[in-house]
Nanobody, 124 residues
Framework: QVQLVESGGSSVQPGGSLRLSCEVS??????MAWFRQAPGKEREFVAG?????????RYADSVKGRFTLSRDNAKNSVYLQMNSLKFEDTAVYYC??????????????????WGQGTQVTVSS
């Protein structure tokens, strides 16, 4: 049985940093990604990687240069380092895993398993 356990969400002031973690049990997956959903908005892709090494991650334009995705294969985990957080980063962040092809890695439907979500709130 595949399970994803996320952690690291919190409240932080603008300009602050957070690190989200997602530990996967049950199987290994090539694709590991983070999505987010803000109140009243659709779920959106944040960052993802199809390489077990974590190489060549892709990012949403809104987070490029501020967020960094990394993977630890030994722990079957994926992380999201978030710096220079903005009000608009407030959302529930979800970890997702699967084996999507490159052209679909930014779509939620390409992932098979999801975490329960962790709340990130950026407020002053």
């Amino acid at each position: 049985q595949v399970q994803l356990v996320e952690s690291g969400g919190s409240s932080v002031q603008p300009g602050g940093s957070l690190r989200l973690s997602c530990e996967v049990s049950g199987r290994n997956f090539r694709g590991m990604a983070w999505f987010r959903q803000a109140p009243g908005k659709e779920r959106e892709f944040v960052a993802g990687s199809l390489a077990r090494s974590g190489a060549s991650p892709r990012y949403a334009d809104s987070v490029k240069g501020r967020f960094t995705l990394s993977r630890d294969n030994a722990k079957n985990s994926v992380y999201l380092q978030m710096n220079s957080l903005k009000f608009e980063d407030t959302a529930v962040y979800y970890c997702a895993v699967g084996n999507p092809i490159l052209s679909s890695m930014m779509t939620g439907e390409a992932y098979n398993y999801w975490g329960q979500g962790t709340q990130v709130t950026v407020s002053s």
